[in-house]
């Protein structure tokens, strides 16, 4: 199995977060892979940037998931451990880079969010990084 090390972003810009939906109709979080020597919040930063055009401030670490598939590019099982941060954005401006193979995103309120999401641990993390992203704003 090959095994990957991912960073992405659960970006927050007031009360709503960001999601994108892929080109498997599959609505998620930005991330992508944390190649060697790279830092993985800095990979977080620039995917969030890259795939959604949004410039985003890490606020804090929201936890990690891990996805197991089958790559038919590949031809083997493929694990990716992602490591999430809380980010937020100064303003609701955003970009989808459809060259990405993203069809659709934007901001959602929680409920709506929590809805759309596809994977229950993506469901999962979006709770939690909520609740701890109100109580760091409220400080």
Known sequence: ????????????FEDKVFLLKNEKDEWVFPK???R??????????????EETGIFAQIVSTAGYTSYEFFSVTRQKPVCNKIIWYIMKSL????????????????????DEAIRLITYSQDKALLNLSFQRFKEMIAV
């Open 32 to 34: 992508g892979v944390v």
């Open 36 to 49: 060697n020597g790279d830092l993985a919040s800095e990979i977080a930063l620039r995917r969030v940037k």
């Open 91 to 110: 303003n609701d401006y955003y970009k989808i880079n459809n060259e990405e193979n993203f069809s659709g995103g934007g901001y959602f309120n929680i």
């Open 1 to 12: 199995m090959l095994v990957r090390n991912c960073a992405g972003g659960v970006v927050f």
